[in-house]
């Protein structure tokens, strides 16, 4: 995906999270994957959210940029600490040269291993 469209995902995003009263921080990712930083509305389960964006995302995606296009099906959300937000805000614009080194899939198994996430691999891929 070249970069105006990504940056135009990226603008749908910010305007889809802040209509669910969840305005984003930052937002990056690769070919691969998105991250995206935001406060959470109290009035709202993460579940929803993730079903609502990724509908209508898909919706406006395939009609403006990526005829071919749809989400996997799963999702990964962490909680982090108001301290720790400019660490997190700096991790997800630096997402093009950190995945260089280490994969999405390598990285997110060793986060759910520090953290002492239960997980069963074969609910991780598709």
């Known amino acids: ?53 990724k509908i209508s995302s898909t919706k406006w995606i395939k009609e403006k940029t990526l005829k071919e296009f749809s989400w996997q099906k799963g999702y990964g959300v ?17 997402q093009k040269e950190h995945h260089r080194q280490k994969s999405f899939q390598e990285e997110l198994l060793e986060l759910l291993q520090k953290h002492h996430v239960s997980y069963d691999e074969n609910y991780l891929w598709d």
């Open 1 to 53: 995906m070249d970069v105006d469209t990504q940056h135009k995902i990226y603008a749908y995003f910010v305007k889809a999270f802040a209509d669910h009263k969840c305005p984003i921080y930052k937002i990056g990712g690769t070919k691969d994957h998105i991250h995206i930083a935001c406060s959470f509305a109290r009035t709202l389960t993460v579940g929803d959210l993730i079903r609502d964006v």
């Open 78 to 94: 962490f909680s982090v600490s108001q301290s720790q937000l400019n660490k997190l805000e700096n991790y997800i614009g630096t």
